[in-house]
């Protein structure tokens, strides 16, 4: 899990606030209320996302409290960062910035890196990212990959 220090104070004190607001007084927040209040801080999960974040956070239990929460929004607020850092890496592969690269750009970065992505991976993320033509617009997948 994430720690806390690599969250400003004004993120903390924000997620604390938020999290207040939906856990009724008490010290944990319910899955239906997670992601009322993840939208509260400007995020916009799927179901399938809130019960994986959910599933993760609190190993079977039925309520997240706020280190738990905590540890969830900094992967969250970390991964917007990936987003960036996604869409600049492949920025560096399109020479003309169009926002776009092909299929076989996107297949020869994705074998440079050190995490090894399967065919179905790797197909996925073209199908995320698919913008016809045999090219992917790699902002929109950075943004889906870094879950931002």
Aim: aromatic share 10%.
């Amino acid at each position: 899990a994430l720690q806390m220090d690599s969250l400003s104070q004004e993120q903390v004190s924000e997620f604390k606030e938020a999290f207040n607001m939906f856990a009724d007084g008490g010290d944990a927040i319910t899955k239906e209320t997670l992601q009322t209040c993840m939208k509260q801080l400007g995020f916009r999960p799927s179901s399938e996302d809130i019960t994986e974040m959910f599933e993760d956070a609190c190993e079977g239990g039925r309520k997240i409290s706020f280190s738990e929460f905590v540890s969830m929004m900094g992967e969250k607020m970390h991964s917007v960062d990936e987003a960036k850092t996604i869409a600049n890496a492949f920025e560096s592969f399109d020479a003309n910035v169009t926002g776009y690269i092909t299929h076989d750009e996107f297949r020869k970065i994705l074998s440079m890196g050190k995490s090894k992505f399967s065919d179905k991976e790797i197909r996925d993320f073209i199908k995320m990212g698919d913008a016809g033509e045999g090219k992917i617009d790699y902002v929109t997948l950075s943004r889906e990959i870094g879950g931002a």
